[in-house]
T-cell receptor, first 112, second 114 residues
Framework: KAGVTQTPRYLIKTRGQQVTLSCSPI?????VSWYQQTPGQGLQFLFE???????NKGNFPGRFSGRQFSNSRSEMNVSTLELGDSALYLC???????????FGPGTRLTVL | AQSVTQLGSHVSVSEGALVLLRCNYS??????LFWYVQYPNQGLQLLLK??????LVKGINGFEAEFKKSETSFHLTKPSAHMSDAAEYFC????????????FGQGTTLQVKP
């Protein structure tokens, strides 16, 4: 099976703009989780979607949002970008009833 | 609330030496524990996991870890380091009913010297 795909791999935006990142799960995986990785805060959970419904949400402001489509692909959106949003954004997918998450390569977002 | 502490942000070993990366967790429910490895500019790759059953778990690339409930620890070991083991290692915890949400430690960078 093909692995988790994230697009784009690299992105440069300016403060105040918004951005949308995409994650395509491994075939058959219906759960998609998103994480933010920064040197200062490490890996932090953003949210999880399962069957188009948000199941869990981390402690991030409302500028961070997500959604999941019927084919399990997921997008996350960050509005009104701030310099501190510069990070590697990772998505991870898993099959129903399975405890292991499989990670994509990430999207490197730089906010100038 | 769950949390993970990785002792030592940087660990340096010589090639062929024992690798020991420390992880302690806090959880009010029986934990599921994971070790992931991250190479530069890549995502995370699962090394091994503990869910239930045998407390000594073996993973890929010769790594293993032992779940010790009394010490709330899940340390990662490898008998003999290889240059290709140089990477960043993350310990993570979730609970059995919420495995879509991982709580990670701060990570340990492993340096392997020739």
């Amino acid at each position: 099976k093909a692995g988790v795909t994230q697009t784009p791999r690299y992105l440069i935006k300016t403060r105040g703009q918004q951005v949308t990142l995409s994650c395509s799960p491994i075939s058959g995986h219906r759960s998609v989780s998103w994480y933010q990785q920064t040197p200062g805060q490490g890996l932090q959970f953003l949210f999880e979607y399962f069957s188009e419904t948000q199941r869990n949400k981390g402690n991030f402001p409302g500028r961070f949002s997500g959604r999941q489509f019927s084919n399990s692909r997921s997008e996350m959106n960050v509005s009104t970008l701030e310099l501190g949003d510069s990070a590697l954004y990772l998505c991870a997918t898993r099959d129903r009833g399975v405890d292991t998450q499989y990670f994509g390569p990430g999207t490197r977002l730089t906010v100038l | 609330a769950q949390s993970v502490t990785q002792l030592g942000s940087h660990v340096s070993v010589s090639e062929g030496a024992l690798v020991l990366l420390r992880c302690n967790y806090s959880s009010s429910v029986p934990p599921y524990l994971f070790w992931y490895v991250q190479y530069p500019n890549q995502g995370l790759q699962l090394l091994l996991k503990y869910t239930t059953g045998a407390t000594l778990v073996k993973g890929i690339n010769g790594f293993e870890a032992e779940f010790k409930k009394s010490e709330t620890s899940f340390h990662l070991t490898k008998p003999s380091a290889h240059m290709s083991d140089a990477a960043e290692y993350f310990c993570a915890v979730s609970d059995s009913g919420n495995t879509g949400k991982l709580i990670f430690g701060q990570g340990t960078t492993l340096q392997v010297k020739p």
